[in-house]
C-alpha cells in the first residue's frame, strides 16, 4: 500500500498487531450478526403486515360501529316522528334525537327531514362550522336550523340560531334557494330501497366538508326522508390515535383520488382549491410527497393489496394499501412507514449485537493493545519529540529513564539535539535556522542581489554611559537593552544579523521575502523606540541612565548570502542600501532625530505611517544627495503607543508649510514659521538649524546686494 506521493505507507507496531487481532475476530461476529439481521428482518416485515391488517380492521369496525347506531336512530325516527308536521316543529324534536346521538357517534353533524314537495329542515350542530348565511357565530350559539320552504314566488331558505338548550338567539329571513332535497344523492335510493341507504361520499350542500348521509324513507308519508349527515373529518381523530409510531403514516382515499380522511385531515380541508371547483379535495391537492407517493403507488398496483418500497426525498418508506369493505368498497385506507422505523428493533438487535462484539474484542485487545503500547510508547514519545524540535519548540523535557537501552540511547541523543539546535538559534537567526532544517536555503558560499529593508541603531553616548559602570553592570544593562530591542524587531518580523557593540544591524525580506518588508521595517523601528522609552524609565527608575537609540532606515538591493570561510560563515547582507542604512543613522545625531529613514523607505512604507522632511544630503561615502524624513509614528489598529508624540503632531503641518517658503526662497515668510515652531517646540534642534539657515542667507543674500 501507498500514500498519495507514492511512497510506502508506514504502519506503527501497536497498530499492525491490534489490525490482525481485530479482522479475525469481526470477521466471526460479522457473519453471525449478518444472519441474525436477516432473520429479524423477515420477522419485522411479517410483524408490520400484521399491524396493518389491525388498523384497518379497526377503521372497519369504526365505520361499522357508525352505522348501526344510526341504522337504530333512523329505525326510531321513522316510526316515532310525523314528517308532516310543520316545518318549525319538526325542528326541536330533531335537536333532541340529534343531541342524544352526537355523544355515541361524534361523527353525527346533522339531522333532516326531507319531503316529497320539496320542503326541508335539517338541523345542524355549529362545532365544525356553520353555512356562511348565517355569519359569524354569535355567543353561545350551538345549533342552526335550516328550513327549506317552496312557495309560490319560488323557493325560499331561511335560518333559525339556537343555543345549547334550544332557545332560539337569532333568525335569518328567507333567501331564494336553489336546494331540493328531491335532488340530493340520498332521496332517491331511499325511497326505493326498504332499508337504510348509506350513500357514496360526497361534499355537503351548505358547508365545504366531505361525508356520508344515511337515510331511511319515512313510515307514515312514502315520500318524506329521515336522514343523518356525518362528516368523514371523526375518522381524522380516529386514525391519530392509530397512528404509532409518530412515524406512521395513514390515508383513506376513493378510488378517484379524493381525500376522505388523515391525521391532519382538519389542516388539509382549509385548501381552497377544491372550494373554487365545487368538488372534493384530491390527494394531488395536497401538495404533500408522501401521500402523492402513497396513491400513486396504489395507482401503480391497479388497487391489488401487495407491500411496497417506494422513496420519497431520498427516504425510503414501507407501504400497504387495503380496501376498507363494510358496503364501502370504494374506499381504501393506505398505510407508510419510513423503512428505517420499522427496521428499528433489528436494526436496534443488531446494533447490541455489535456493542456486545465490540465489547468482546476490546477486551481481547487489552491485553495485545497493552504489550504493543509497552514497545511503541518510547518510539511514539521520541517521534513527537523530534516533531517538537523541529517546529522550535524547546522544552527540555526531564524524560523517565528507559528499560530498553538502544531506547535510553535515542533519548540521549534527542536531549543532545535539543540542547545544540536551542543554542545554534541563539547566535544564528530563527529563519535562516528554520531554512537549513526545511532545506530552502544552502551553507554555501555566496549570495543573491534582492531588495531588502536596512535597519542600524545605535545608542548616543554608550562610551560615557560605559565608563560610568562596572562591565558586569554594562553587560547585564545592554543584554536588558538588547533583548527589548530585539523582541520587538523580531516580532516585526525581522532578522537581526548581528550586535555590533551597542549596535544592532536587521533586515526584513531575507531569508524569508515579504512585500511589505518596507512597512515591517518602519513598524519594527517604530515599536523598537516605543519599547525603549519604558526601558528607560526603568532605567532613570533605579538611578541610572536612560540609553536613548537612534535608528537609521533605507531600503534598496543588497547582496543577501553567505560571507565568510570554509569552516565558519556568517548569513548577512552587503551593498549601498546596507552602507546608507548606517549612514542615516549617525545622521540621527546632526538632527536631535531619532528614527531617520531615506525618501525611497517613505515612498514605499504605506499611508498608515506619518514623516516629516529633515533635509537632502550626500550621506558619508555617496555622490548623490538624498532626501531624508523623520518616522514620527503610524496608525496601526491595535497599538495607540505607536500614534506621534503631541509635538510633532501639532507642529507637522506648520512645518511643511516653513519648508516649503524655505525651498521656495521666501526667507523671510520661512523664519516666521519657524520662529512660532520654535515658541511651541524650543527642544526641537531641527527647527533652529533650518532658522539659522534662514538668517545666513538672508545675510549672505543682504551682502550680495550692497556689493552690487
Known sequence: MKSADGSPRLWSLQAVVALVFTLIVLAISGSLIGFNHQQLTTLTLRDAEDDFRRITD??????????????????????????????????????????????PLPAAMGIFVGRGDGTHVVVQSLAGGGPPEIGPPSDGAAYVFMIVERPATGPTARWIVVDQMGRELRRVSSQPTTFDPRKRPWYGPS??????????????????????????????????????????????????KLRFPPELELLIFDDAGTLIAHPHGDVFRKIRQADKDDRLLKVADLGEPLLRSMYSTFEKLSGRTENALFDVGGVNYFGRTERVGNGFGNLFISLAIPYETLLGPAEQIRTNLLMISAISVALALLFVMFA???????????????????????????????????????????????????????????????GIIGRKFSSDLGGTRQPITVLFSDIAGFTTLAEELDPEDVMIRTSRYFSEVGNELLRSGATIDKYIGD????????????????????????????????????????????????????????????????????????????????????????????????????????????????????????HVAIAIFELLGADVPGEPELKPGTDRARTLKTWEEACALYHSGDLEKAAARLEKLIELVPDDLLFRIYLERCRAESHKAAAVAEGS
Open 372 to 434: 504493543s503500547r509497552r514497545l511503541s510508547l518510547p518510539l511514539r514519545v521520541a517521534a513527537e519529540d523530534i516533531r517538537r524540535i523541529m517546529q522550535f519548540e524547546f522544552v527540555h523535557l526531564q524524560r523517565k529513564p528507559a528499560r530498553v537501552f538502544e531506547i535510553q540511547e535515542l533519548m540521549r541523543a534527542l536531549d543532545t539535539l535539543e540542547l545544540a539546535l536551542s543554542t545554534f538559534m541563539r547566535y544564528v537567526p530563527r529563519a535562516l535556522v528554520r
Open 503 to 622: 549596535s544592532i544591524m536587521a533586515f526584513w525580506n531575507a531569508p524569508e521575502e515579504r512585500e511589505d518588508h518596507v512597512s515591517l521595517g518602519c513598524l519594527g523601528a517604530l515599536r523598537a523606540a516605543r519599547r525603549l522609552d519604558g526601558l528607560n524609565a526603568q532605567f532613570i527608575a533605579e538611578g541610572g541612565l536612560p540609553m536613548r537609540t537612534r535608528f537609521g532606515l533605507h531600503t534598496g538591493e543588497a547582496v543577501v548570502g553567505n560571507v565568510g570561510s570554509v569552516d565558519r560563515v556568517n548569513y548577512t547582507a552587503l551593498g549601498h542600501t546596507v552602507n546608507i542604512a548606517s549612514r542615516l543613522e549617525k545622521l540621527n545625531k546632526r538632527y536631535a532625530t531619532t528614527i531617520l529613514v531615506s525618501e525611497a523607505v517613505r515612498s514605499a512604507a504605506g499611508e498608515e505611517y506619518i514623516f516629516r522632511f529633515v533635509d537632502r544630503v550626500v550621506p558619508e561615502g555617496a
Open 191 to 240: 325511497l326505493t330501497s326498504q332499508e337504510s341507504i348509506v350513500t357514496s361520499p360526497y361534499r355537503f350542500a351548505n358547508i365545504p366538508e366531505a361525508g356520508i348521509t344515511i337515510a331511511r324513507r319515512a313510515s307514515q308519508k312514502s315520500d318524506a326522508v329521515f336522514g343523518i349527515d356525518m362528516t368523514l373529518a371523526s375518522l381524522d381523530q380516529y386514525l391519530e
Open 58 to 103: 379497526n377503521v372497519r369496525g369504526e365505520i361499522s360501529g357508525g352505522f348501526r347506531i344510526t341504522g337504530s336512530v333512523l329505525d326510531t325516527i321513522t316510526l316515532t316522528v310525523d314528517p308532516t308536521m310543520p316545518l318549525e316543529e319538526l325542528g326541536p324534536r330533531l335537536l333532541a334525537i340529534l343531541k342524544d346521538l352526537e355523544k
